[in-house]
Structures are given as C-alpha cells and as structure tokens.
C-alpha cells in the first residue's frame, strides 16, 4: 500500500540554524499538510498546500515557516531560525481529491533544538 | 472554530474487557471524522474513518460509531489485548482544505 515517507526521523540541530522537513506524499494525491505535536502535547494543523500555493495556515505558522513542493515528488518544510520551542514532532500528510477522503500520514520527524 | 474533546484521558483495564473510548467536536458541519492510534514517540495510524453519512464503520474488533447532531463519536474495542495498549485520537475536519483537530487523545493501557 502507498505510504506517506518523512525523513529524517530524528534531526537534532543548533538553536538559530536554518532546518528543512521532507516529505514524500503518496503519488496521485493533490492536498498535503503539516501538523505538529510537542511532546505531551496535542497534535496540531501547521499548513495546507494546495495546487502549488498555501491553502490555509495556522497561527503557528509565522514568518519562521515556509512549504514548498520543489518538484513532483517531495513536500518540504522549512524552519529559517528555529527556537528551543519549535522541538516537536512534526506529522506531513496529503490526500486525494475530495472532502471525504482521509488524510494519510508519515510516521513523523522528531525535531530536537539544542 | 472546530474543538475536540476526549474522555476518558486514560484507561487501564483487564486485558478481555470491552471498553468504549469518547470523541466530542463542536462543530457538526464535518464530511467525516478519523480515529488514529499513537504508539509512544511514533507516528499516527489511521484505525477508522466514518463518514458523516454513516452511524458505524467497524474493522476487526474497532467499531466507531458518529452522531453529529449531538457532536459525539465513540470508539468501541472488543475483546482487548495487551497490544491495543496506546493512544487513541480522534480529529475532526474543518475549514476548505480539510484541516484536521485532533482531541488530546486517550491513553489506554491492557493489563495481563
């Protein structure tokens, strides 16, 4: 069955560096996503990304934060000067086309921020 | 805007028993609502997805049920085991592109 693949699965990285998620959504579908959960925390909607542009974003996400899908395949996130509070795990998803289809998530990528 | 609620926020019962675990939202306007399990430090797996039209989607021994006049859905586990040990979240859909709210989740624990 298609899968939703996240790497890295741990990053560990300086408070102020510049940090890039990817993602790899499943092939045919066209709405992808951020969530992020910090520990203990709830998980919590980042960003929609739709037809190459940004459908709705969170409070969260705040100048820091960018997306971008660089080509056909992968769906990034970008942290420009991460924060001691951006530690987190942060969940990408995507999904077909259709207001009842499901989300399909990857198995996340543990941000630690030293 | 779109709140989930999860009750009870942790369980711990015999393995065998059957238990019910609680979804609340307030927003009744959803096309659907997923249930995942989370187990700890891993990622999301999606168990079941009800569709507004429905009352019930059942796979194994999960059964979910949804009433969204009353904003409630249920997650029912038959028969427990020691590896229906985890987290179980409910989210709810919202907004143009579907965002998901999830609740905080219940924290079940299967005991020998």
């Known amino acids: 069955e298609p899968e939703v693949t996240q790497t890295p699965s741990h990053q560990v990285t300086q408070m102020g560096q510049e940090v890039i998620l990817r993602c790899v959504p499943i092939s045919n579908h066209l709405y992808f996503y951020w969530y992020r959960q910090i520990l203990g925390q709830k998980v919590e909607f980042l960003v929609s990304?739709?037809?190459?542009?940004?459908?709705?974003k969170s409070e969260i996400f705040d100048d820091q934060f960018s997306v971008e899908r660089p080509d056909g395949s992968n769906f990034t996130l970008k942290i420009r000067s991460t924060k001691l509070e951006d530690s987190a795990m942060y969940f990408c998803?995507?999904?077909?086309?259709?207001?009842?289809?499901?989300?399909?998530f990857g198995d996340g990528t543990r941000l630690s921020i030293l | 805007k779109q709140e989930v609620t999860q009750i009870p926020a942790a369980l711990s019962v015999p393995e065998g028993e059957n238990l019910v675990l609680n979804c609340s939202f307030t927003d009744s306007a959803i096309y659907n609502l997923q249930w995942f399990r989370q187990d700890p430090g891993k990622g999301l797996t999606s168990l079941l997805l009800?569709?507004?039209?429905?009352r019930e989607q059942t796979s194994g021994r999960l059964n979910a049920s949804l009433d969204k006049s009353s904003g409630r859905s249920t997650l029912y586990i038959a028969a427990s085991q020691p590896g229906d040990s985890a987290t179980y979240l409910c989210?709810?859909?919202?907004?143009?592109?579907?965002?998901?709210?999830f609740g905080t989740g219940t924290q079940l624990k299967v005991e020998l």
């Open positions: 998803a995507s999904r077909v086309t259709g207001m009842r289809q499901p989300q399909h």
């Open positions: 990304f739709y037809n190459n542009e940004i459908s709705e």
């Open positions: 989210a709810a859909p919202t907004g143009g592109g579907n965002k998901l709210t």
């Open positions: 009800i569709q507004s039209s429905q």
